[in-house]
């Protein structure tokens, strides 16, 4: 069984900064990618950052500079450090591991349950 625990998210002002957590846990052999995607209300799920087990990082266009995504393998911890967040940011927020697990030789997508980020004065 395998979990991924999310957490940082909240109400915060426009201009303002938030870290959200994810951490995986359970029978885990490896993890490969790991990222956050996020879907606003009647838009569909879309990418924010992913960073590969090697640390090389991935950002959509409208988060660059803005929003960084780190990770702590020890910890098998993905981190999303977002910073001068705007309205348009507002949405719910999931992250995503690819991973192996014990006893198995394929790799597979887990998902968080997802973690609500507003941007609202």
């Known amino acids: 069984q395998v979990q991924l625990v999310e957490s940082g998210g909240g109400l915060v002002q426009p201009g303002g900064s938030l870290r959200l957590s994810c951490a995986a846990s359970g029978s885990i052999v490896s993890i490969n990618t790991m990222g956050w995607y996020r879907q606003a209300l009647g838009k569909q799920r879309e990418l924010v950052a992913d960073?590969?087990?090697?640390?090389?990082?991935n950002y959509a266009d409208s988060v660059k500079g803005r929003f960084t995504i780190s990770r702590d393998n020890g910890k098998k911890t993905v981190y999303l450090q977002m910073n001068s967040l705007k309205p348009e940011d507002t949405a719910v927020y999931y992250c995503k591991t690819t991973l192996r697990r014990t006893g198995l030789i394929s790799w597979s997508d887990y998902w968080g349950q997802g973690t609500q980020v507003t941007v609202s004065s």
């Open positions: 960073i590969t087990s090697g640390g090389m990082t």
